[in-house]
């Protein structure tokens, strides 16, 4: 029987919409995720490095631009992979060519490294 890890979890409010911003924690392998990044990456990887966890992956539940405009930046930060459901893939590609009122930032092209698809359990393992 495998010891279950214990995950902590920090919310950030970030940007000009108000995005909730979520840092999933495993302090024991001192590893994390960062959920629906937004504009809040630079909270989110300064509270990672204080407490030294490696973000190992990028987590988007939805693809609106307002959620994934980071993801380019922490990827190439970080070194992690970039998970998003199957149907909202597209949606990457889609946000680097639109111009948004409410963001002043530059939306890159970014490439998911996971395809999720519906979790229909109630454990999901986001992290190694």
Known sequence: MSKTALMAFERFVCG???????????EQKKVGAIIDPALGSNVALKMAKEIGIKIQLILNTHGHPDHTIEDAFI??????????????????KENSKIVTPYIQAEHQLVKADQNLKTVKSSKLALLN
């Open 16 to 26: 000009p919409l108000e995005n909730n911003v979520f840092l999933a924690l495993d």
């Open 75 to 92: 990827k190439k930060e970080t070194g992690a992979k970039l998970a998003i459901h199957k149907l909202d893939e597209y949606r990457l």
